[in-house]
C-alpha cells in the first residue's frame, strides 16, 4: 500500500503563485512509481496537470497539460519521496481540488483512472 499526503493549497490572487507538496510513504512505494498531479474543478471532470513518470533506471520524463506548460512545473525529490508542484501566474480557472496520484506501472499514462494511489486533496482557489 502506498499513501500520499498533499500540502500547500490556499487562497491566493490571479498572478500569484503557490507550492503544493505531496509525500509517499508505505512499504511497496519505490523510485519506480510514477507520481502526478490531477485536478477537479466544480461540475469538472478531474483532468491531469503534470506528471513525473519513471523511464528506467534513475530516469524520469516530465509532462504538463497545455494548459499549465510554462506557469507550472514539475519537481520530484527522490530522496524525500516527494513530488511537489510549483505553480505560477494562477488564473481563476485554476480553481480547483488538486490531487496527488501514483502508480507503479512503467507505461501509465496521464488519465487518473491509470492511476491506482490518491491523496486526499488540496483546494487551490484562485481569486479575480
Known sequence: QVQLVESGGGLVQAGGSLRLSCTASGRTFSLSYSMA????????????????RWSGGRTYRADSADSVKGRFTIYRDS????VSLQMNSLKPEDTAIYYCAADANIRVGITDREYDYWGQGTQVTVSS
Do not use: L
Request: charged share 25%; no cysteine.
Open 79 to 82: 530522496v524525500a519521496n516527494t
Open 37 to 52: 498531479w490531477f485536478r477537479q474543478a466544480p461540475g469538472k471532470e478531474r483532468e491531469f496537470v503534470a506528471a513525473v
